[in-house]
């Protein structure tokens, strides 16, 4: 989304500078990122984790100068939240004329996460002057109702459309239809529930499926071990990390991506817009799901088994499906909405830091 949103800006002629903790590996997201975007870093090299976090109010004492000369500096995910909290404090001691507008990006929303790191975020939101969150579900209306500072807004990912058009060309079949994620394989994001669903899936269509699950992350060796114990063994490819999601897409004939309520993922509108129709499981135990959803959902591993299982039925039926959430994803979660969101915030500062 980072990367995305810093891209397109870019293109519409703003100055954009992105504030990573230190230097990636520059196979994975950082290869994307438009050469116009100034990279900058707090430290030459990773260290530990909490040291990161020890020495990040001394570093942005050091270099609040630098800092300061930003009109907008937006923050990501839990580093981010902590640089903006000790940015807020330094700049309360500058007039109200020259204040850099504060802005946070809150990407926990339906993810099951530590009750602390939570509670962090809804406690240091009050430091800005807006705190975005990319989806609402009940814990965030609850704590929106009970805040004095009316600074929340809901801002949805969105996606350039263009980059995945015509990926996935389906060839009519009446088996080995192929079911596919690409997912961060982590404990927050319960990658086990697709193992779940695919076993399903392969038991509603007595066999006649294949999967694939793309991604890497700490759980790997954990799936690796179930996967080794289910009727899908023979059935599953894991090819690790999905550097061009493309590849994965363009063997699909249906996605399993995650909603919270009616927003989905980046990788599920990657999805779409490749050609491929996609059936999500829902993170949101309040949701309550509806014939006139774009795109299915259900809490329940089996009822999306059954939904998959159901579509798996001619050619025409997929791409009727994929047509319709293509047509709403377009009008709702392409890149010009979400860049809009955050300009109306921004106030369309010429310079924009990350």
């Known amino acids: 989304m980072v990367i995305e949103l810093a891209n397109d800006l870019v293109s519409k002629g703003e100055e954009v500078s992105l504030l990573l903790y230190s230097a990636v590996d520059t196979s994975l997201n950082q290869?994307?990122?438009?050469?116009?975007?100034e990279l900058l870093f707090v430290s030459k090299q990773a260290k530990g984790r909490y040291y990161k976090y020890i020495a990040l109010p001394f570093w942005v004492?050091?270099?609040?100068?630098?800092?300061?000369?930003?009109?907008?500096?937006?923050?990501?995910?839990?580093?981010?939240?902590?640089?903006?909290?000790?940015?807020a404090k330094i700049r309360k001691n500058l007039p109200p004329n020259k204040r850099i507008n504060l802005i946070a990006t809150c990407h926990l929303v339906g993810v099951s996460v530590p009750i602390a790191t939570r509670a962090l975020n809804k406690y240091l939101s009050k430091?800005?002057?807006?705190?975005?969150?990319?989806?609402?579900?009940?814990?965030?209306?609850?704590?929106?109702?009970?805040?004095?500072?009316?600074n929340f807004r809901v801002i949805p990912n969105g996606i350039s459309k263009s980059p995945w058009e015509g990926i996935a060309k389906r060839v009519e079949k009446s088996q080995n239809f192929v079911i596919g994620t690409i997912s961060r394989l982590a404990k927050e994001r319960n990658p086990k529930v697709f193992i779940e669903i695919f076993e399903e899936v392969d038991f509603l269509t007595d066999g006649k499926t294949t999967f694939i699950l793309g991604g890497a992350g700490p759980e790997w060796e954990s799936i690796i071990e179930l996967v080794n114990k289910s009727r899908i063994k023979e059935k599953l490819v894991m090819p690790g990390l999905v550097l061009d999601p493309r590849h994965v897409f363009s063997s699909l004939d249906c996605y399993v991506g995650l909603n919270?309520?009616?927003?989905?993922?980046?990788?599920?509108?990657?999805?779409?817009?490749?050609?491929?129709?996609?059936?999500?499981?829902?993170?949101?135990?309040?949701?309550?799901?509806?014939?006139?959803?774009?795109?299915?959902?259900d809490q329940s591993p089996q009822k999306v088994a059954g939904k998959i299982a159901s579509i798996l039925?001619?050619?025409?039926?997929?791409?009727?499906?994929?047509?319709?959430?293509?047509e709403y994803a377009s009008n709702r979660f392409e890149i010009a909405q979400m860049?809009?969101?955050?300009?109306?915030?921004?106030?369309?500062?010429?310079?924009?830091a990350f």
């Open 127 to 150: 430091n800005f002057d807006y705190f975005v969150l990319v989806s609402i579900d009940s814990y965030w209306r609850e704590s929106i109702s009970s805040f004095e500072k009316n």
């Open 31 to 37: 290869y994307s990122l438009d050469p116009r975007v």
């Open 61 to 87: 004492h050091k270099n609040r100068k630098q800092l300061l000369e930003f009109e907008v500096v937006h923050c990501h995910l839990t580093y981010g939240l902590i640089f903006g909290y000790f940015l």
């Open 313 to 326: 039925v001619t050619t025409q039926l997929l791409d009727s499906i994929n047509a319709k959430q293509i």
């Open 260 to 297: 919270v309520e009616d927003i989905t993922g980046v990788a599920t509108l990657e999805a779409i817009f490749s050609g491929v129709p996609a059936v999500s499981l829902q993170l949101s135990p309040d949701y309550l799901s509806g014939a006139s959803d774009w795109i299915f959902s």
């Open 339 to 352: 860049r809009d969101a955050y300009l109306i915030l921004y106030h369309a500062h010429p310079g924009v």
